[in-house]
């Protein structure tokens, strides 16, 4: 069964530096998000990625955070100057079309010191 | 404003008990999805439903249920008979389809099942 995949499962940076998440979205799927999870809380949405540009950002993807689909499978989150408080779970997901079910990857673990 | 509400923070159920995870939402639109996913203590969602909002039907899945009432802007989930392995992180979220959406996922704060044998 088709499924999302995300690199590294785990990261630890120091802070100030910059981080790349990668996604590999499946395969036939045309819309791409991410999300973030801090610790005990609630998921959070990102950002919605459609025909190579953003369809919407929440008021947490401020200029720190760019998302990029460089080649035909890989999608990725790049935080440019990470800050203690971007460390959280950061899930990708990705559906067929926009209302369709968002199937999710098993998430990087981000830990900025 | 669109919202989910799951004001239950932490379930324990005994083994082979049944469970029922509340889930209440708010949105103006009148076209909208719900949907239910798990986080088992590994840390993946895993999706386990989807609802649109034209059908109330409720859905049963083998010992999951899903009970969808637009009167009470509810969808609640129960468990029948539940197991060790039903101990999880539930989370209800909603995602609105007007024109132009991007139908992003709004969950909730989840609920944590803890099922003891």
């Known amino acids: 069964e088709p499924e999302v995949t995300q690199t590294p499962s785990h990261q630890v940076t120091q802070m100030g530096q910059e981080v790349i998440l990668r996604c590999v979205p499946i395969s036939n799927h045309l819309y791409f998000y991410w999300y973030r999870q801090i610790l005990g809380q609630k998921v959070e949405f990102l950002v919605s990625f459609y025909n190579n540009e953003i369809s919407e950002k929440s008021e947490i993807f401020d200029d720190q955070f760019s998302v990029e689909r460089p080649d035909g499978s890989n999608f990725t989150l790049k935080i440019r100057s990470t800050k203690l408080e971007d460390s959280a779970m950061y899930f990708c997901a990705s559906s067929e079309i926009a209302r369709e079910t968002q199937y999710f990857g098993p998430g990087t673990r981000l830990l900025v010191l | 404003a669109q919202k989910v509400t799951q004001a239950q923070t932490e379930i324990s159920v005994v083994e082979k008990e049944d469970v029922t995870l509340d889930c209440v939402y708010e949105t103006r639109d009148t076209t909208y999805y719900l949907f239910w996913y798990k986080q088992p203590p590994s840390g993946e969602l895993v999706f386990l439903i989807r609802r649109n909002s034209f059908d109330e039907q409720n859905e049963i899945s083998g010992r999951y249920s899903w009970n969808f009432q637009k009167s009470t802007s509810s969808f609640n989930f129960t468990i029948t008979a539940s197991q060790v392995v039903d101990s999880a992180v539930y989370f209800c979220?909603?995602?609105?389809?007007?024109?132009?959406?991007?139908?992003?996922?709004?969950f909730g704060s989840g609920t944590r099942l803890l099922v003891r044998p």
């Open positions: 979220a909603l995602s609105e389809a007007e024109i132009y959406s991007s139908y992003k996922l709004i």
